[in-house]
């Protein structure tokens, strides 16, 4: 993973906050890993490089929602065909990001932030657009819980640079209360038509 330089993005309260809940929910996460290991096979969580702080790549962690299955051609199939049944209520429950506890213990994560992005994206973003790596990225954030999946890009980025104009401790408190019922009401977990969130650099 990355070196210490990303983990002073984050206070140590959260970093604290973070233990107590993975130690609190460690039964549930005991238990999601070993559904995940019988109905989609080993490993149970997924690792992907993501841009955070200032850009700095880290290893985000994840739950694995999605096969590795390839077409005949030797390619990944669709993230539709890949995405298992666990995987979506996984990911409608949101449950999928628990592990992020662990990239917030780190350092590499906050609670509340702009999502953290593929690191191939940052040379797409516009000067504003860029704006948004100026704060750590969040478990959840402005984007999630306003609208969420269900946004386009422009929207999302321009949501994530406002947090980062407007970002105050109870602009996260904010955020994080209208968290639960997104999660909990399961509210645009995807746009219409996308199983997953289409990619960055691939826009129509």
């Given at each position: ?96 990001e628990l592990p ?16 953290p992005l593929f ?67 399961r509210r645009n ?16």
């Amino acid at each position: 993973m990355t070196g210490h330089s990303a983990r002073s993005s984050v206070g140590l309260v959260q970093r604290v906050a973070a233990l107590c809940l993975i130690v609190l929910l460690s039964p549930l996460l005991v238990l999601i890993t070993g559904i995940l290991t019988v109905v989609n096979g080993w490993p149970p969580l997924f690792v992907q490089t993501r841009a955070g702080h200032l850009g700095r790549p880290f290893d985000l962690v994840k739950f694995r929602t999605m096969t590795g299955d390839v077409g005949p051609d030797g390619e990944l199939l669709p993230d539709a065909e890949r995405l298992t049944w666990l995987g979506r209520l996984l990911r409608s429950t949101s449950l999928d990001e628990l592990p992020e506890l662990w990239n917030v213990l780190r350092g590499e994560m906050a609670f509340v932030g702009p999502r953290p992005l593929f690191c191939e994206y940052t040379r797409h973003f516009t000067p504003r657009q860029a704006r948004r790596l100026e704060v750590p990225p969040g478990i959840t954030g402005w984007a999630q819980v306003n609208g969420r999946n269900a946004l386009d890009w422009d929207a999302r980025l321009e949501l994530d640079v406002w947090y980062v104009e407007h970002r105050t401790p109870w602009i996260d408190a904010v955020v994080l209360y209208r968290t639960i019922p997104v999660v909990f009401g399961r509210r645009n977990v995807s746009r219409e038509g996308h199983a997953t969130m289409e990619r960055f650099d691939e826009q129509e």
